[in-house]
């Protein structure tokens, strides 16, 4: 069985309703990165970052997975597939999808300020004064900005076992997800879903551009890949 390795980011959640800082000229919900998504915002003014993730959660509960992340997961009849994903939300999950790796966290879970291992789900408000198992305040269960990706490394090792890469919904632009794509093995074909893809395609003998939304670019490609 061939295996599928998937890519994905921002795009792909953005037809269920989940806004990103792609949306607004770096904003996020009226929100800049550096008051919300850096270890300094969280020094700064913890009662602010906790608000805005406690809000970003409430929305994930209320969105669907679209078709895009269900086609993935009907790929799963032909191919072996994994996916390493941009996102924090787990509309990958709740679409059918079972191997998932998540780059830069995951909204639904929260982790102890003192041991990074320490991590619970977590579907409630996220307060000032609630503690994790070695009594320290619980934080967001995400890779803020100026954090290192723990995750990245295994991310490379399963990108180098890829017969078939597709990419979706990432602006390849923000590093170190954006290597990843070097890492995959010569000549494998590799497919890139983007309203506005942004590649150099003289880069790849054997890249497939598809302009178009997640949702229509992944109906085209499951024809191609399932026929």
Known sequence: MKK?????GAGMSAESGIKTFRDADGLWEGHSIHDVATPDAWQRNPKLVLEFYNQRRKQLLTVEPNKAHKLLSKLKEKYEVSIITQNVDDLH?????????HLHGELRKVRSTVDEN???NWDEDLNIGDLCGKKSQLRPHIVWFG??????????EITQTADILI????????YPAANLIYHCKNDIPIYFIDPKPNINESHFSNLTVIQESAT????LLFGILTN
Not at 168 to 174: F, H, K, N, Y
Not at 216 to 219: D, E, F, N, Q, T
């Open 216 to 219: 229509s670019g992944m109906r």
């Open 93 to 101: 999950e709740r679409g059918g999808s079972n191997n998932v790796l």
């Open 167 to 174: 990419i979706i919904g990432t602006s390849m632009q923000v």
């Open 118 to 120: 320490l991590i619970y």
């Open 147 to 156: 954090e290192a990706v723990p995750n990245l490394l295994l991310a490379e």
């Open 4 to 8: 599928i390795v998937v890519l994905t």
